[in-house]
T-cell receptor
């Protein structure tokens, strides 16, 4: 079955540590996105990539980094520069025509 | 740029009531429209979609019709259940032929929290 997979489901980060969230899709979608969701809030765009080896900053990119070396994969690194990283992170992919858009199940990141 | 305006919540209804959640949009190109549902602690699930004007998306008793003349994609359900309690997001993606990569980034409304009481 085609789909989009995020891992891990839960992640704990110590102060000053970088952590990487995984997002993999086998839908052959060109575009992939990372969103952040805080409790009771909507979605805020962190980064997106519409083609391999290219990505763009979203509305809240500071303290995050991404790479897009393969079409299937779009990992997000939460760096120590992100001062308030505790949140729910969602990855999405969309096809070139913009008619299919799916989300992973999310990663809940907590700073300990 | 593209935008989605969604009915503010929260919305509280009694079981078996009729549901409407309004969604209007502005977009360039040829937008596809989506409704997603998010249950507590989970990711977003695609509920339904419509990819061209006058299309009706439907799933699990929910329906939404893509109305180009009113730039709307309102979500409706004839008789809601307690299990429909969730947050609902309206979204669009606008395809522009000839653009560098073809599709625009996915644009979301703010979400509407729906609570159904028995």
């Amino acid at each position: 079955d085609g789909g989009i997979t995020q891992s891990p489901k839960y992640l704990f980060r110590k102060e000053g540590q970088n952590v990487t969230l995984s997002c993999e899709q086998n839908l052959n979608h060109d575009a992939m996105y990372w969103y952040r969701q805080d409790p009771g809030q909507g979605l805020r765009l962190i980064y997106y990539s519409q083609i391999v080896n290219d990505f763009q900053k979203g509305d809240i990119a500071e303290g995050y980094s991404v790479s897009r070396e393969k079409k299937e994969s779009f990992p997000l690194t939460v760096t120590s520069a992100q001062k308030n990283p505790t949140a729910f992170y969602l990855c999405a992919s969309i096809d070139r025509g913009g008619t299919e858009a799916f989300f992973g199940q999310g990663t809940r990141l907590t700073v300990v | 740029g593209n935008s989605v305006t969604q009915m503010e919540g929260p919305v509280t209804l009694s079981e078996e009531a009729f549901l409407t959640i309004n969604c209007t949009y502005t977009a360039t190109g040829y937008p596809s429209l989506f409704w997603y549902v998010q249950y507590p602690g989970e990711g977003l699930q695609l509920l339904l979609k419509a990819t061209k004007a006058d299309d009706k998306g439907s799933n699990k008793g929910f329906e939404a019709t893509y109305r180009k003349e009113t730039t709307s994609f309102h979500l409706e359900k004839g008789s809601v259940q307690v299990s429909d309690s969730a947050v609902y997001f309206c979204a669009l993606s606008a395809y522009r032929p000839g653009a560098n990569f073809g599709n625009e980034k996915l644009t979301f409304g703010t979400g509407t929290r729906l609570t159904i009481i028995p």
